[in-house]
């Protein structure tokens, strides 16, 4: 898990979640991402709390390969403009919607 809030990072989730790796850093940096190993990973889910952080991460992680990513978007009209096939699934949480693609 990476997580951009020292606070955040430190005092909740290893608390919350002792049995996670977690790492203090910004989660959109294709450094922090590269340097955890991202390409490896099974599945990845971007739910910064900005859609196009989320959309452009979405697709960097879809360029090293990885099988499994989950967007968070909020703002459905940003669905009309983007290639949705890119993304394996897409949550939008304001209308409690989940679109899948199906590889």
């Known amino acids: 898990m990476i997580e951009n809030n020292q606070e955040t990072c430190w005092t909740d989730l290893c608390q919350e979640f ?4 977690v ?40 360029t090293l390969g990885v099988q499994k990513i989950l967007s968070k978007v909020n703002r459905t009209s940003l669905l009309e403009i983007i290639d949705t096939s890119q993304f394996s699934s897409i949550v939008t949480p304001k209308s409690i919607d989940c679109w899948y693609h199906d590889r």
């Open 18 to 21: 002792p049995d996670v790796h």
């Open 23 to 62: 790492v203090q850093g910004d989660g959109t940096a294709k450094s922090v991402l590269l340097e955890e190993s991202v390409e490896n990973f099974d599945a990845v889910a971007t739910l910064t709390g900005v859609d196009e952080e989320n959309i452009i991460t979405s697709m960097f992680l879809e």
